[in-house]
């Protein structure tokens, strides 16, 4: 089945930056839109960034202009850059395959001084 693995989350500093990726098997990944989301300590789990089979973006307000999402579909792969971390990014970052509705297991990104 639908199996996504997300990798590349760590300590980081606020100001630093991370790169997420996800990597996909079990799926066409190339036609389907993929997503990143995120749920923080004692939050719930909120939408962070989307990505079209055509390339086309989509990008939570609190996001914009710091993070990236893009996508390798030679490597059946997600990325999100995330750059000028801030504490409030805190969170447990998930992949999801958006039509099918498939999670990854998820990668803590800890932003702290």
């Known amino acids: 089945q639908v199996q996504l693995v997300e990798s590349g989350g760590g300590l980081v500093q606020p100001g630093g930056s991370l790169r997420l990726s996800c990597k996909a098997s079990?799926?066409?990944?190339?036609?389907?839109?993929m997503g990143w989301y995120r749920q923080a300590p004692g939050k719930q789990r909120e939408l962070v960034a989307t990505?079209?089979?055509?390339?086309?973006?989509n990008y939570a307000d609190s996001v914009k202009g710091r993070f990236t999402i893009s996508r390798d579909n030679a490597k059946n792969t997600v990325y999100l850059q995330m750059n000028n971390l801030k504490t409030e990014d805190t969170a447990v970052y998930y992949c999801?395959?958006?039509?099918?509705?498939?999670w990854g297991k998820g990668t803590l990104v800890t932003v702290s001084s």
């Open positions: 999801k395959e958006v039509p099918g509705g498939y």
């Open positions: 079990g799926t066409i990944f190339n036609i389907y839109t």
């Open positions: 990505i079209t089979s055509g390339g086309s973006t």
